[in-house]
């Protein structure tokens, strides 16, 4: 069973392209929350998806940031017109449907650079 | 609405001496509290969690936590710091729909 898929491991865009990160959930997972790690900081929750359905993007900022994750295929967070601030690590976890003992997983990260 | 403070940026101990990483908690309901682990870049493994079964917690390499919820804290402890443990440690606290609060993150350094 491999665990959490995060492709690209890296990636270098330039300011004003767009950005594309997918995560395949671990096997038999519905849930996939997205992370941002700045440096010299922690993560930061940013949105929370079940297949074809956004449960909680409280953390994603208001312009720019889209997350998706369809009925088929992985989970895709989006970042348009890339700015120097959005350079960071970007991961991904998945759970199984929520309970008390669920446990998150999480995949490598992508670290985005913006030059 | 919880949240989590680790109390030290960086801590710095010798091979062999034991390992003390601080973490306090607060949440408005019985919390399920985690330690990750990340060394320089990977990915987060989880080390142990604690989700309102024993309040001593074991995991893995050696390390275990104790929860008090009279302190409101969860301090990650290894008795024999090892020189492979250095890393970025995490205490996180879960929230509604399993989403997780992290830390700001503690920096364990180990010299020989």
């Known amino acids: 069973n491999a665990g959490v898929m995060q492709n690209p491991r890296h990636l270098v865009r330039r300011r004003g392209q767009e950005a594309r990160l997918r995560c395949s959930p671990m096997k038999g997972h519905s849930h996939v929350y997205w992370y941002r790690q700045l440096p010299e900081e922690g993560l930061k929750f940013m949105v929370y998806l079940q297949k074809e359905n956004i449960i909680d993007e409280s953390g994603m900022p208001k312009e720019r940031f889209s997350a998706e994750f369809p009925k088929e295929g992985p989970s895709i967070l989006r970042i348009q017109q890339v700015v120097r601030g959005d350079s960071a690590a970007y991961f991904c976890a998945s759970s199984p449907p929520p309970t008390a003992n669920t446990e998150a997983f999480f995949g490598q990260g992508t670290r985005l650079t913006v030059v | 609405a919880q949240s989590v403070t680790q109390l030290d940026s960086h801590v710095s101990v010798s091979e062999g001496t034991p390992v003390l990483l601080r973490c306090n908690y607060s949440?408005?309901?019985?919390?399920?509290l985690f330690w990750y682990v990340q060394h320089p870049n990977k990915g987060l493994q989880l080390l142990l969690k604690?989700?309102?079964?024993?309040?001593l917690v074991k995991g893995i390499n050696g390390f275990e936590a104790e929860f008090k919820k009279s302190e409101t804290s969860f301090h990650l402890t290894k008795p024999s710091a090892h020189m492979s443990d250095a890393a970025e440690y995490f205490c996180v606290v879960m929230g509604g729909y399993s989403t997780l609060t992290f830390g700001k993150g503690t920096m364990l350094l180990v010299s020989p």
């Open positions: 949440s408005s309901y019985s919390p399920s």
């Open positions: 604690y989700t309102s079964a024993a309040t």
